[in-house]
């Protein structure tokens, strides 16, 4: 089955123990995003990958990593989570990161993210 | 950088057509137009994609006026399931960034 998986699906943490939440797709995507969403604010993007080795700075990254080393994974790190990053988390992928056709992204199941 | 602008809210009911308009000013040439929906908690699924004039899929039809400045989800007779978030997305210049915007959150009532 076609799918992006993300691990863990529910996180609960402390101020400044390091992260990572993993993302995983089957569909030979090129691209690869991270968003989180925060009520009334939508979805924002994080970071995304135009393919291997390539990663770019979506419209919030501060105080977040992320690495593409291989085409199926794409990890979100949290170096030193703060409170103001819980949050729910979506991973998605997508053929291909241009403005054609085959744009259309599919989803990961979210991960939420509690940071006390 | 591509922008969209939709409603932010819609009210219907079971059995009614339901349109969502969609301005997107600036699109580029080569610019696909995408739906989704985002049902609460969960990631947002792909509904319909189009280009210009009219697409249509077991889903929805989507229209596209000739100047592609704007588009409009219809969705068919609605039931109750289908109260859920809709965005609009036009790829961002360079087409490498999505934003999805805050959608039209859609309630459907008996």
């Known amino acids: 089955e076609a799918q992006v998986t993300q691990n863990p699906r529910y996180l609960i943490t402390v101020t400044g123990k390091k992260l990572t939440v993993t993302c995983s797709q089957n569909m030979n995507h090129e691209y690869m995003s991270w968003y989180r969403q925060d009520p009334g604010l939508g979805l924002r993007q994080i970071y995304y990958?135009?393919?291997?080795?390539?990663?770019d700075k979506g419209d919030v990254p501060e105080g977040y990593k992320v690495s593409r080393k291989e085409k199926r994974n794409f990890p979100l790190i949290l170096e030193s989570p703060s409170p103001n990053q819980t949050s729910l988390y979506f991973c998605?992928?997508?053929?291909?990161?241009?403005?054609?056709?085959?744009?259309?992204?599919?989803f990961g199941p979210g991960t939420r993210l509690t940071v006390l | 950088l591509a922008k969209t602008t939709q409603p932010i809210s819609m009210d219907s009911y079971e059995g009614q057509e339901v349109n969502i308009t969609c301005s997107h000013n600036?699109?580029?040439?080569?610019?696909?137009i995408t739906w989704y929906q985002q049902f609460p908690s969960q990631g947002p699924r792909f509904i319909i994609q189009g280009y210009k004039t009219k697409v249509t899929n077991e889903v929805a039809s989507l229209f596209i006026p000739a100047d592609r400045k704007s588009s409009t989800l219809s969705l068919p007779r609605v039931s109750l399931s289908d109260t859920a978030v809709y965005y609009c997305l036009v790829p961002d210049s360079g087409y490498s960034t999505l934003t999805f915007g805050k959608g039209t959150m859609l309630l459907v009532s008996p």
């Open positions: 998605a992928s997508s053929l291909s990161g241009s403005g054609g056709k085959y744009n259309e992204q599919f």
């Open positions: 600036n699109i580029a040439t080569n610019d696909y």
């Open positions: 990958s135009m393919n291997v080795e390539v990663t």
